[in-house]
């Protein structure tokens, strides 16, 4: 559930611009469902300097949420793994036997470990950045790029996603 903070200027009109998606730049609130409290915060202590408000930042971002998320390029569910992501990072937690990008708490446990990898990755680079933004360019544009540009690769959509989950991140609320 998305929680918008509407100042008063431009009140009501602000209020239905939000909450109709068209560009409104007020402060969301990011509350993470219930039923994914506990897998987040334990795929974020994997390792230090991840934290459980990036990865649910980064969810929000990723799939909104949804579990059963798909995007147009492949990637599936709740923290938009591609099939060859998955085949690396993802692993069977709940004993059925396959590992699913559709299973949320295996999706974030992947989240969290490749998070700290590259996060591990960016701070023995020696790239001049935040090991924060590299991993997180590197999450959605793959490290090779941010390697190859030396920090975040000029693509338009890397950019916005890297300034986007660092700028909700704190408005994450566990409640």
Known sequence: MRQFRISTLGGVL??????????YSGTAQVVVPREYRSDIKRAAGT??????????????????WDRRAESS???QGIAQFMPATWAVWGRDLTGDGRADPFNPREAIDAQGRLMC???????????????EVLALAAYNAGWGPVSQ???VPPYPETKEYVRTI????ESVRFR
């Open 73 to 75: 390029a492949g990637a």
């Open 149 to 151: 540009f030396g920090g």
């Open 14 to 23: 602000a209020a239905v611009v939000a909450l109709a998606g068209c560009g």
């Open 47 to 64: 390792c230090d300097g991840i934290s459980p408000q990036l990865l649910a930042a980064q969810i929000e971002q990723e799939s909104g």
């Open 117 to 131: 990898h590259l996060y591990s990755l960016a701070q023995e680079s020696g790239l001049d950045d935040d090991p």
């Open 166 to 169: 660092r700028k909700s991140r």
